[in-house]
């Protein structure tokens, strides 16, 4: 389950950072720093903060995958479209990037044995650690700040994962329920422009 989540965060982050890349008209090496930064910088805080190897540097799928991707968009010319970050593709992608990296960070903070308290901020942080630390060095103030929802879906989809784990329910089915849910919510919240209350 962890493998499935991971996998398909990266892929969902690596395009969500080619467009924010592209937006801030970066060059070739900036969109490629962009999707790594924001497909594995937060998986990476995660392992670390675990006392594990990094998975980005004990496997060179994820890296292979973030390529693939980057070829595949511009091949296919997305880097020549205008403000594709506010288009369903774009909303898409991010939202089940944000959903998936919250439950494999989820599923570690449980396999690492921490209480619910380690386990919503290994969620929030697997998810957003990469969009922040890019979003830092492009000079922007982080998306997960400004954005209604978006970081308060992520906690929700951690808070799932540890419930459903200690009442011996989580498995494929619901794991599947909780990332489908996270999506939906995520999407329609963008939408009505759902927000928590400014300071």
Do not use: Q
């Amino acid at each position: 389950m962890f493998e499935a989540a991971e996998y398909i965060g990266i892929i969902a982050f690596a395009v969500s950072g080619f467009f924010v890349a592209v937006r801030s008209r970066l060059d070739f090496l900036g969109v490629l720093v962009s999707m790594f930064l924001t497909a594995l910088g937060g998986g990476i805080i995660r392992d670390v903060i675990v006392g594990r190897i990094p998975y980005a540097f004990s496997d060179n799928i994820p890296a292979i995958v973030i390529l693939c991707v980057m070829m595949l968009l511009f091949l296919l010319r997305f880097h020549t479209r205008a403000s594709i970050e506010n288009r369903l593709f774009f909303i898409l992608s991010d939202s089940i990037g944000l959903i998936s990296f919250s439950i494999a960070g989820a599923l570690i903070a449980i396999e690492s044995a921490l209480n619910l308290t380690g386990t919503l901020v290994l969620a929030f942080i697997t998810a957003v650690g990469g969009g922040i630390t890019r979003d830092v060095i492009i000079n922007e103030v982080p998306f997960v700040f400004k954005t209604g929802f978006y970081g308060t879906v992520s906690l929700l989809a951690g808070f799932c994962v540890y419930l459903f784990e200690k009442a011996d329910i989580l498995n494929f089915y619901s794991i599947t329920g909780i990332l489908v849910m996270g999506v939906l919510l995520r999407i329609i919240a963008y939408y009505r422009k759902w927000s928590i209350p400014l300071v």
